[in-house]
């Protein structure tokens, strides 16, 4: 080979490469950030993966059994796991039984479990099992499932909850492959975010198995009377079987919106990807579970309006599940990405006049949420670049690393052209795989891409760092929310009757838009337009939501109509998802009406899943009976 350069010279390039800013090598996060969420000693111990053996006990609530961590070959005298209200029975290593303390229990974080390793050791076993109010399961009685006859079980494990089902290495940035065996009560099918079975077996034993490296918040389990369908080569549905039909129906695209997205960001790297339908007390609206995707039922409207919370959850298979947050304080770095390529799914897949909409939601969200922290004395808050420590992760989950973060980065695509900053982000995605990325790595990429000029006219470090929403922030243009408001309107200002014909082509997301606009000037027509849209007691639980929040604001005679009172009542308990019941309670709260709200939450309570009921449970200042 010719011109083959001299060694000083290959020398100097290696160091070059090392010391530029936007140098891979550097922007991986140094091991040793630590992560104010966890216990754990990631920087001495290194896990390499897990296998779980558990027996889920639905009569005791319980899961018992052993968590073996097979470790990476090193001197580390000491093992630190994240644990939280578990029981620990024993630990051994390599078969001999080690000494462990459990430390002091912390409201927010629990209990750090140190296991002391005299010797080298390969694999630790950890014999445990979980109470009876685990944060992140929720058993369900057999009355609140959709066929009635069974009894469900689902975790939840987003932010710093896999540590109360599983004594592990809690932080977003430690990945571990997985295998489990599960013993469940036959007639049950058990899946978990791994390869999953399809078929129930009649002795209630599952294997599974993870073979790519994941961070623990993405650990989850369901186990129900559940069945599958297929939707296509990679994709299908887990529900129970009453509701198959129906997911089956909704989620048509979902086959066509993973290539898509492969086509923009690269290949799909989890082999499949398969939507588990929970019970309608799923407190959030999708959770991105790998291979697994847990979504609420809410989504199923029968008109495929919401899908895209499936676009949503399917993109993190790239950012977050793939490039992941180093800590929560990074948080936007998984949520402002998805949205961004969740925007961009809807908009290839539906147009960019859906696409339009969809981000006119975000826009009127981002403004509402720095308007309401600003006012309230909390501007930090809206700053991109979170500080989480001493506070739960799970309450910076709002619009501001979700829309703000998907304005930034929407801001830099028309900045710089869409052609530069696919071509980045799919480098981006393929070169951080399986890594996690702290929001300064990032900006260090960041900063290879762009020009001094493209800086400067974005205000890169305003948006991270600075509070409240910059100036330059795209602004929304949607002509569908435009056509709304002529007709609001027309409906105000003339005939109701008169309303164009073209409402009923209004998706979920108009009609949630016209709803919102309804105010105190509205509020004598309430029963005409109950009577002609049947608001009350609807099935979409996203009009239901902004509609009974209008009615407790600015309707409250109507709201306090039987019908219209047991209608809204009956949502409240049987809906869990938060951002669906909060914005109620907050309304009844403001309103003057906290009595009826704990009346209400009274009922309900039983039924939520510990992530609601903790966000309600602080709103209306509510002890445990
Ligand atoms: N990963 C989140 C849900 C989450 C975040 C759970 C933080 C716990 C802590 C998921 O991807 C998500 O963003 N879900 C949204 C839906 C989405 C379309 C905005 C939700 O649940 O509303
Ligand atoms: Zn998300």
């Not at 369901?222 to 039909?245: H, I, N, W």
């Not at 039922?297 to 490039?323: C, F, K, M, Q, Y």
Request: glycine residues 6%; aromatic residues 12%; contains cysteine.
């Amino acid at each position: 080979m010719t011109g083959s350069p001299p060694k000083w010279d290959s020398f100097f390039f290696v160091a070059l490469l090392l010391l530029m800013p936007g140098c891979q090598w550097f922007s991986n996060p140094p091991m040793h950030k630590p992560d104010p969420h966890s216990y754990s000693n990631p920087h001495e111990t290194r896990v390499d993966s897990l296998h779980l053996s558990l027996k889920v006990d639905f009569d005791a609530q319980t899961l018992s059994g052993s968590a073996d961590w097979f470790l990476v070959a090193g001197h580390a005298s000491v093992l630190i796991l994240d644990t939280y209200g578990l029981d620990i029975h024993s630990v051994e290593g390599d078969g001999q039984a080690l000494p462990f303390s459990l430390g002091t229990h912390d409201a927010l974080l629990g209990q750090a479990l140190e296991v002391s390793l005299h010797q080298p050791t390969e694999r630790v076993r950890i014999h445990y099992s979980t109470r009876k109010g685990a944060r992140a399961l929720q058993w369900l009685p057999a009355s609140q499932t959709e066929g009635g006859q069974h009894p469900y079980l689902f975790t939840q494990s987003q932010s710093i909850l896999a540590r109360t089902w599983i004594p592990c290495m809690d932080s977003p940035g430690q990945r571990f492959r997985y295998t489990a065996e599960l013993d469940v009560p036959p007639g049950l099918l058990a899946l978990m975010s791994a390869e999953n079975p399809t078929e129930t077996r009649a002795d209630g034993r599952y294997s599974f198995r993870m073979n790519e490296p994941v961070p623990a918040y993405l650990m989850a389990l369901a186990v129900g009377k559940l069945e599958f369908r297929s939707l296509g080569e990679r994709t299908g549905v887990y529900a129970e079987p009453a509701m198959l039909e129906r997911a089956v129906h909704e989620f048509a695209d979902m086959e066509q919106m993973l290539s898509t997205t492969e086509s923009l960001y690269g290949p799909y790297v989890w082999g499949r990807y398969d939507v588990l339908v929970l019970p309608p007390s799923f407190p959030f609206g999708g959770m991105e579970n790998p291979r697994l995707t847990f979504a609420t039922p809410t989504i199923i409207t029968g008109d495929r309006s919401l899908v895209s919370l499936i676009a949503h959850e399917l993109a993190h298979s790239w950012s977050g599940n793939l490039v992941t947050n180093a800590t929560w304080d990074d948080f936007w770095l998984n949520e402002g990405f998805t949205v961004y390529v969740e925007m961009r799914i809807m908009e290839a897949l539906y147009g960019s006049e859906y696409a339009a909409m969809l981000s006119a939601i975000a826009h009127a969200d981002v403004l509402e949420e720095v308007k309401s922290l600003t006012l309230g004395g909390q501007e930090q808050k809206t700053r991109l670049a979170a500080h989480m420590r001493g506070e739960d992760p799970d309450d910076g989950v709002g619009p501001i690393a979700y829309d703000k973060g998907y304005h930034f980065l929407l801001l830099i695509e028309q900045t710089i052209g869409r052609a530069r900053w696919d071509a980045f982000l799919k480098t981006y995605f393929h070169e951080n795989a399986f890594k996690s990325m702290h929001t300064e790595a990032f900006l260090s990429r960041l900063d290879s891409l762009l020009s001094t000029e493209d800086e400067r006219i974005i205000g890169v470090q305003e948006w991270v760092y600075g509070t409240g929403l910059p100036v330059n922030c795209p602004p929304p243009l949607s002509t569908r929310f435009a056509a709304v408001d002529s007709s609001l309107d027309l409906w105000r200002n003339g005939d109701p009757l008169a309303l164009p014909s073209e409402i009923d082509a209004w998706s979920t997301h108009e009609w949630v838009y016209f709803i919102r606009q309804l105010d105190e000037r509205d509020s004598l027509a309430a029963a005409e337009l109950d009577r002609r849209f049947r608001f009350t007691g609807t099935p979409n639980a996203e009009i239901g939501c902004v509609w009974y929040q209008w009615v407790i604001r600015f309707a409250p005679s109507y709201g306090n109509q039987r019908l219209c009172s047991e209608a809204m009542a009956a949502y409240m308990t049987r809906i869990g998802r938060r951002k669906f019941i909060m914005p109620l309670y907050k309304a009844l709260k403001e309103t003057g009406q906290i009595d009826r709200a704990r009346e209400l939450y009274k009922q309900a309570r039983p039924n939520y899943h510990s992530v609601a009921s903790h966000s309600v449970d602080a709103l209306l200042g509510w002890k445990e009976e």
